[in-house]
Nanobody, 124 residues
Framework: QVQLVESGGGLVQAGGSLRLSCAAS????????MGWFRQTPGKEREFVAV????????NYAESVKGRFTISRDNAKNTIYLQMNSLKPEDTAVYYC?????????????????WGQGTLVTVSS
C-alpha cells in the first residue's frame, strides 16, 4: 500500500501563495488517482482537488476553482497543490489521499491511503 507524506504548509497572508507537496512511497504510484482534502476544527473533511493517474484529468471544489492547481510528477512519485490568492477561509489541515478510483476520491469514500496532514494558515 502506498504511504503519503505532505509538506509545504505554513503561515501566509491573504492574497499570497503556497505550494503543497505530497511524496508517495512504493513503485505503484502511477496506478493511483491522487487528491487533496482539507479539514478545519469542528467540520468534516472537505474535498479540494483530484487528479487521475496520468495527470490528464483534474477536478476541483467550487470554492478553490481558478485559484488552486493540482499536478503530479510520476517520475518523482509526488503530487502538488499550488494555492494562489489564498483567503482566510482556506485555513485548514490539508491531507493528501490516494485511491485506485478517481470517483471514490471525489465522493470522499473509504480511500486507500491518507497522509498525516499539513497545516495551512491564512491571516487576514
Amino acid at each position: 500500500q502506498v504511504q503519503l507524506v505532505e509538506s509545504g504548509g505554513g503561515l501566509v497572508q491573504a492574497g499570497g501563495s503556497l505550494r503543497l507537496s505530497c511524496a508517495a512511497s512504493g513503485r505503484t504510484f502511477s496506478t493511483y488517482a491522487m487528491g487533496w482534502f482539507r479539514q478545519t476544527p469542528g467540520k468534516e473533511r472537505e474535498f479540494v482537488a483530484v487528479i487521475n493517474r496520468s495527470g490528464g484529468i483534474t477536478n476541483y471544489a467550487e470554492s478553490v476553482k481558478g485559484r488552486f492547481t493540482i499536478s503530479r510528477d510520476n517520475a518523482k512519485n509526488t503530487i502538488y497543490l499550488q494555492m494562489n490568492s489564498l483567503k482566510p477561509e482556506d485555513t485548514a489541515v490539508y491531507y493528501c489521499v490516494a485511491d485506485s478510483n478517481l470517483g471514490e476520491i471525489m465522493r470522499g469514500g473509504a480511500l486507500d491511503a491518507w497522509g498525516q496532514g499539513t497545516l495551512v494558515t491564512v491571516s487576514s
